[in-house]
């Protein structure tokens, strides 16, 4: 709703709908009434907007987007009437002005701002555009330059730099609302033809065409298939070249074709699944909503190696003071040197000198090789490498030496959360951390509970998720979790086709088409080929534990590839060897060329297994790797191991290059339609009846039989007893 009030001579409207004033049609039509009824109150001699709750607007309603009723046009025509007032209206703009939001203050004739407000025009990362007048009207107030950058890539800025653009007329440290009524009272009876920003002509440009050429080019780039940037642009580049009414009109038509697009659908349920999973619950009935964190004064992490490193810069820059630990000296001075680097360079972006982050100070980052000194520390980080003995070493010494209450994290990307915390006298503090590298960039952390891990441990994993700036998914324990454990038949297939005619080029070319950032095989020669093996040594698939006489392509009756292991046997870890999947210019280069001896190695090794090699299709190499791991995605919805497909969305766009715009592989599920997937899973499962990952789920084949109910519905059909857990 808008509340309506009055400060002598100016009108208070204030737009209420927690938490973040959306504007709904309710609220829409409660501003129109207040608009009205200022206009007709001759007492009444200027207007002033503002939020309730310190926050101007987030915009339209996300969830609105996909109602037949949405309030796009209306929108559209309540900017329009603000615009047109006779009596000046002013914006007090506090906490946000998004989207929606910030083009009603556009419609505004003045905008006063708090100094720790942000606003932006972020449509473009749900798919859409500006479309309420917003691409007509930003480029008239801040030029072309400006309102480009802001609207194509729906970056918030803050009000300090709204100031400089001129998206702002005045920045103030005290009472927003105060300083707009005061602004209201001064601009009455000054001419608003000046201040409607429809009126006025766009900014000119020494040379507008070539700039818009080169915009245009790096707009596409950075859209990496997305569709919304080049729309965003176009609507912009008709502010440039037509007057207000014919550009509005413009951009209407290119806002109906996002807003029917299925990118939209996908970007607007990505935003949404980003917040669902922020609500954990586990089949033990413990819950986000009831679950309540502990403060998180002090931490430690154990291990300087790439991960650790990663990660004691990340806790740095949310300000946690760190202790960091090492075997010894000389892996902690390597480690310290590393960290310092990564700081340095961090304090360097993020435009805040090293002072601020404050890391020479041994106060908030201090190194050790002592044990003791991580007594008094709230929460523990292990990041040695992937070693139980090692892990359990290392927890049985905390549990004796950490203050009781303190939480001890593992990072780790598959091992068992359970066996770890049995060498501890406290498991209901233990929980599974998995960050990915580079620990400090990377947005994913999936928070792995076990069978004793209390909800507060939980419930302060996901507070430190939220502190680090991450997205803190929580699931339960199982080889892999959810992330790795979807990856594993995706790669799998990718080197069956290999084996069946297909080449690691080809393959990647597919999946990097289809939006991955990197395909397969590029990203095994990234990560480095010698994880999986010795993972694989380990589990008796490969090495010399392997009984003489067992099938090279074969292990307990299931299918298996070699191939991976010959490369490892050959030295070719990757990128770090120069040679993997690919050759590269050098060991540690990250040019990757298609290689020779590759080629001739499968030729060989097709020739030795007596496979025909066949021409495979791309349609068979995109179903087969997205087919097998969105198949593994329902498996682990049926085990509870996840509460909902959400979750495993969540952390394939945020951890493994899922492209957004495509929503996250249960969401695509959804969009290619359940019955589709398992006719095709049937399909190759019966082509290849000896890889389990083809076998249709059980939950899959339930959905599919029930309908292909909509994704939201899904973990409806799902009965208590098939959990786990
Ligand atoms: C008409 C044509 C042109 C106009 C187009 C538009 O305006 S498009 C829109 C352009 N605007 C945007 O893209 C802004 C998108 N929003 C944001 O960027 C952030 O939410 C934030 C910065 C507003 C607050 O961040 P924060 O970390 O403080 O909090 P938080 O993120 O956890 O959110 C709290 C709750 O609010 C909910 N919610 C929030 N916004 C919307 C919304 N617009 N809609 C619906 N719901 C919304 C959110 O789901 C959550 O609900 P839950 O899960 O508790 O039930």
């Known amino acids: 709703m808008a509340q309506y009030a009055r400060s002598p001579a100016v009108a208070v409207i204030r737009l209420r709908n927690p938490p973040v004033n959306t ?24 207007v002033m907007i503002c939020g309730e709750n310190g926050k101007f607007s987030a915009g339209a309603d996300i969830r609105g987007f996909s109602s037949p009723n949405r309030p796009v046009k209306s929108l559209a025509a309540l900017v329009s009437l603000i615009e047109s007032s006779k009596k000046p209206v002013v914006a007090a703009i506090e906490g946000i002005a998004l989207g929606g939001g910030l083009e009603v203050a556009l419609g505004c004739h003045y905008r006063v701002a708090h100094v720790k407000a942000r606003m932006g025009l972020p449509e473009v990362t749900l798919g859409l555009l500006p479309g309420a ?98 729309l965003c642009f176009q609507a ?51 819950s986000w909503s009831s679950a309540t964190p502990q403060p998180v004064r002090s931490a430690a992490v154990i291990g300087l190696g790439t991960m650790g490193r990663g990660i004691v810069t990340s806790l740095v820059k949310a300000n946690i003071p760190v202790v960091a630990l090492e075997q010894d000296l000389e892996y902690l001075n390597t480690g310290r040197k590393a960290v310092m680097l990564l700081l340095e360079r961090e304090a360097m972006k993020m435009e805040v000198g090293a002072q601020t982050l404050d890391f020479h100070n041994p106060a908030r980052l201090q190194f050790t090789v002592d044990f003791d000194s991580l007594r008094d520390v709230d929460l523990v980080i292990e990041a040695v490498f992937e070693n139980m003995a090692l892990k359990k070493e290392i927890f049985h010494k905390l549990s004796r030496i950490c203050k009781p209450g303190a939480l001890l994290c593992t990072n780790t990307s598959a091992l068992n959360i359970d066996e770890i915390a049995s060498a501890t006298s406290r498991p209901q503090q233990v929980i599974g951390t998995h960050f990915f590298s580079p620990a400090h960039v990377m947005r994913l952390l999936e928070i792995i509970y076990g069978r004793h891990t209390s909800p507060t441990a939980i419930a302060t994993a996901v507070q430190l998720a939220k502190a680090l700036k991450k997205v803190g998914v929580v699931v339960g324990n199982c080889f892999g979790f959810v992330g790795n454990r979807m990856m594993f038949p995706y790669v799998q297939q990718a080197v069956f086709l290999l084996e069946e005619g297909s080449r690691p080029e080809a393959v990647d070319r597919v999946l990097e088409d289809f939006g991955f950032k990197i395909g397969p095989f590029r990203m095994s020669d ?67 060329t298609p290689d020779p001896w590759l080629h001739s190695l499968l030729a060989q090794y097709r020739d030795t297994h007596g496979i025909e090699p066949r021409f495979i299709d791309q349609e068979e190499i995109l179903e087969r790797c997205l087919f097998s791991l969105i198949n593994e995605g329902f498996a682990i919805l049926a085990e509870g191991i996840a509460s909902g497909p959400e979750h495993l969305d969540v952390i394939y766009i945020n951890g493994y290059g899922w492209p957004k715009h495509k929503g996250g592989p249960m969401f695509y599920a959804s969009t290619v339609g359940l019955p589709r ?44 007893q098939s959990s786990r857990l």
Request: aromatic residues 6%.
């Open 526 to 592: 990234l990560a480095g080929l010698d994880v999986g093996w010795r993972s694989r040594q380990g589990q008796g698939l490969t090495g010399p534990s392997v009984p003489a006489g067992t099938p090279a392509r074969q292990r307990q009756g299931q299918r298996y590839s070699p191939l991976p292991d010959l490369l490892c046997e050959s030295g070719r870890f990757g990128q770090k060897t120069g040679k993997g999947w690919y050759q590269y210019e050098k060991a540690g280069g990250r040019t990757a």
């Open 677 to 720: 997937v398992l006719a095709k899973l049937h399909k190759y499962s019966e082509a290849h009846p000896d890889v389990p990952g083809l076998q249709p789920s059980a939950f899959l084949k339930k959905l599919a039989a029930v309908g292909n109910p909509p994704i939201k519905e899904w973990m409806s059909y799902l009965s208590q």
């Open 23 to 46: 504007l709904s049609f309710a609220v829409l039509q409660a501003l129109e009434d207040g608009l009205e009824k200022a206009d007709a109150d001759p007492s009444v001699k200027a």
């Open 236 to 286: 912009v580049r008709a502010a440039t070249q037509m007057p207000f009414a014919d550009g509005v009109r413009r951009e209407r038509e290119l806002f109906m074709v996002l807003l029917s697009s299925g990118q939209a659908r996908a970007l607007q349920y990505a935003f949404l699944a980003e917040r669902a999973a922020q609500k954990w619950t586990t089949p033990g009935g413990a």
């Open 133 to 230: 007048e917003g691409t007509q009207r930003l480029p008239r107030l801040i030029g072309v330059p400006a309102a480009l950058d802001m609207i194509t890539t729906g970056k918030h800025i803050p009000a300090t730099e709204a100031l400089k653009l001129g998206l702002v007329d005045e920045v103030v440290e005290e009472n927003t609302v105060e300083a707009a009524i005061r602004l209201a009272n001064k601009v009455i009876g000054q001419p608003l033809g000046p201040r409607r920003l429809s009126l006025k002509p766009v900014p000119k440009l020494p040379d507008m065409e070539a700039f818009l050429s080169q915009a245009r080019v790096r707009v596409k780039k950075q859209a990496q298939g997305c569709l919304a940037p080049e």
